[in-house]
C-alpha cells in the first residue's frame, strides 16, 4: 500500500509539474512571442490538465476493480466453505475434536494457495492452522475482519496493511458455528503486492499513452498555428509597409478562409489608399492650378487698369469683366470646398420642406439658357405633362445639382453643342435627365467618376468634387444618381436623377 501511494505521489507531482516542462520547452522551441506561444500554451495546458485527470481516474478505476474483484470472489470461497461446513456439522462431534480435525483437514486440502492462504483461527482469534505454512501458529492477525466476525458473527472483509508483514492485504473471514456456537474461524488472506503492481503498470501506460497524445497535439498545434501566425505576420508586415508609404502594394493569398479575407481586405485597402492618395495629388495640382489661372488673370488686369496701361474706356470694360468672370469662377471653386469639408465633417445638411421638382428644374434650365447660347450651345427641354404633387426635398440643394449636371455638361460635352434635359415620372419615381453630345466618358473611368477628387482624361478645368457633391445631395434625399454614357449613334453623355415623390 505504502508503494502505491508513493508512486501515486510521484506521479502526481510529476503530472503538476507537466505544464510548467511544456511551457518552458515550448519557449525555447518556438522562441516566439505572442498569438502562437499564447495558443499552444492554452491548449497545452488545458489537453495536460484533462489527461492527468483521466490518468488519475483511470488508475483508481482499475485499482478498484481489482480490489472489488478479488474481494468478491474471496467472499464467494467464504460463503462456500461455510455453507460446507454447515451442510456437515450434523457428522461432527465438537466435544470429541471431529471439528477440529474437519477444519484442519479443509485448510490442508485447500488447492489455491499460491493466490490465497486460508487460516484456521479459534473463536478468540489466534491462528491454529495454515494452508502454505506462512502464519506462525499461535499468532493474532488483531484484523478488523476478525474483531467484526465475532461480535456480529457474520462473513467480514478487511483491506489495509498487515502488521505482521507490512505490505498490504485484503482478508474476509468466515465464521464456523456449531449448534449456534462460534467454533472457529476460517480467514482468506491474499497480498495485494501484485496487484499494486499491475495497476502501476497500467498506469504508466496510460501515462506513456497520453504523453504520446499530448506530442501529437502539440506538433499538430504547431503545424496549425503556424499556417495562421505566418499569413498574419506577412500581413503584418505589409501592413507597416502600406503605413509607411507603400500604397497599393499587394499580399499573395494563400488560403480561402478568414486569412483569405484579411488578406482581401489589405488588398483592398491598400488599392483603396493608393486610390485616394493618387486623387488627393491630383486634386492639390488641379486646385493649385485652377486657381493660379484666375488668379493670374485678375491680377494681371487689376495692375493694367492701375497703371494706366489701358487705351480705352473699352479696355477697362473688358478687363473689369475678365476680372470679375474669374472672382465667380474663385468664388465656385471655394464654395466646392467648402460643400466637400461640411461633407467630411458632417456638417452638411439639408432643409427638407415640400417643393415643386418640375418648377426647380425649369429655373435651373432658364438659368443656364441664356448663359449657354453666348457659347453657341443649345439647351432643348423636354416636359411632361402630368404634374407632380409637391415631394420632400431641398430646393436649394436640387437646383445646384441640375447647374452642376448642367455646367459639367457645358464643360466636357460642349463640343456636341446640344444639352437635352428632360423630366417625367417612372414607377412611382421623378425622373430627370441631362444629357450632352460630346466625347462621353471612357467606360473604364465610369464607376469612378462620382469620387471625390476624380477628374479621370478630361483636360476640361475642374476640382473633381461637383459629382461628389451631387452624389452626397441625391443620396440624402433617397434618390439615385446614374451616370453613364449614351447608347445611340450621337454619343454623348447621360446623367439619370430618380427621385422619390414620397407618395
Known amino acids: 500500500m505504502e508503494k502505491l501511494q508513493t508512486c501515486v505521489s510521484r506521479l502526481l507531482t510529476w503530472l503538476r509539474r507537466l505544464p510548467g516542462w511544456f511551457q518552458v520547452h515550448l519557449s525555447r522551441l518556438t ?53 460446507y461446513f454447515s451442510s456437515t456439522s450434523s457428522n461432527y462431534n465438537s466435544a470429541d475434536g471431529d471439528y477440529l480435525s474437519a477444519a484442519q483437514d479443509y485448510v490442508s486440502s485447500f488447492q489455491d494457495g499460491t493466490r490465497l492462504e486460508l487460516q484456521y483461527l479459534d473463536p478468540e482469534g489466534t491462528v491454529i492452522y495454515s494452508s502454505n505454512g506462512l502464519t506462525i501458529s499461535g499468532s493474532v492477525p488483531g484484523t478488523g475482519d476478525i474483531n467484526q466476525l465475532r461480535h456480529t458473527q457474520t462473513i467480514s472483509a478487511w483491506r489495509g496493511v498487515s502488521p505482521q508483514t507490512g505490505e498490504r492485504v485484503t482478508a474476509v473471514s468466515a ?3 456449531y449448534n449456534g456456537k462460534l467454533v472457529g474461524i476460517l480467514r482468506y488472506v491474499t497480498s495485494m503486492r501484485l496487484v499494486d503492481r499491475q495497476v502501476i503498470i497500467l498506469t504508466l501506460i496510460a501515462v ?14 504547431i503545424y496549425f498555428v503556424r499556417s495562421i501566425v505566418g499569413p498574419v505576420k506577412n500581413i503584418t508586415g505589409i501592413a507597416r509597409r502600406i503605413a509607411g508609404g507603400s500604397y497599393g502594394i499587394q499580399v499573395e493569398k494563400k488560403f480561402d478562409d478568414e ?13 483603396r ?33 492701375m497703371s494706366g496701361e489701358a487705351r480705352d474706356e473699352g479696355d477697362v470694360r473688358k478687363g473689369m469683366s475678365i476680372i470679375a468672370s474669374e472672382a465667380r469662377r474663385l468664388s465656385g471653386m471655394v464654395e466646392e470646398l467648402l460643400e466637400f469639408s461640411r461633407i467630411e465633417d458632417g456638417r452638411f445638411t439639408l432643409s427638407i420642406e415640400p417643393m415643386d421638382i418640375k418648377a426647380e428644374l425649369e429655373d435651373a434650365v432658364y438659368t443656364y439658357h441664356e448663359f449657354l ?31 452642376n449636371l448642367l455646367d459639367n455638361a457645358a464643360k466636357h460635352g460642349g463640343a456636341g453643342k446640344r444639352i437635352d434635359t428632360a423630366i417625367y415620372p417612372d414607377d412611382g419615381d421623378v425622373v430627370i435627365t441631362v444629357r450632352d453630345y460630346g466625347p462621353g466618358i471612357p467606360p473604364d473611368e465610369l464607376p469612378n467618376v462620382k469620387y471625390k477628387f476624380y477628374k479621370g482624361s478630361s483636360t476640361a478645368r475642374g476640382s473633381g468634387i461637383g459629382l461628389a457633391v451631387c452624389e452626397e445631395i ?5 434618390g439615385e444618381l446614374t451616370i453613364s454614357n449614351a447608347d445611340d449613334e450621337a454619343g454623348g453623355c447621360l446623367v439619370e436623377i430618380r427621385l422619390p415623390t414620397g407618395t
Not at 77 to 83: E, G, M, Q, S
Not at 375 to 398: K, M, N, Q, S
Request: proline share 3%.
Open 273 to 305: 489608399i493608393k486610390q485616394a492618395e493618387s486623387m488627393k495629388q491630383e486634386f492639390i495640382s488641379s486646385v493649385s492650378h485652377e486657381l493660379r489661372t484666375p488668379l493670374t488673370a485678375i491680377t494681371g488686369w487689376a495692375e493694367t487698369i
Open 259 to 271: 486569412v483569405g479575407d484579411l488578406t482581401d481586405a489589405i488588398n483592398d485597402m491598400s488599392l
Open 31 to 83: 522562441r516566439v512571442r505572442g498569438i502562437r506561444q499564447r495558443w499552444l500554451m492554452n491548449s497545452v495546458s488545458f489537453l495536460v490538465m484533462v489527461l492527468a485527470v483521466v490518468v488519475i481516474v483511470f488508475g483508481l478505476i482499475v485499482k478498484n476493480y481489482y480490489d472489488s474483484s478479488i474481494l468478491s470472489d474471496m467472499e464467494s470461497k467464504a460463503r462456500t466453505a461455510v455453507n
Open 474 to 478: 441625391i443620396s440624402r434625399h433617397n
Open 373 to 403: 447660347a453666348a457659347e453657341g450651345i443649345a439647351v432643348y427641354h423636354t416636359d411632361c405633362e402630368e404634374e407632380f404633387a409637391p415631394i420632400p426635398g431641398d430646393p436649394d440643394r436640387l437646383r445646384q445639382v441640375f447647374c
Open 208 to 221: 506513456i499513452l497520453s504523453v504520446s497524445i499530448l506530442i501529437l497535439v502539440y506538433l499538430s498545434n
Open 175 to 177: 465464521p464456523l458455528l
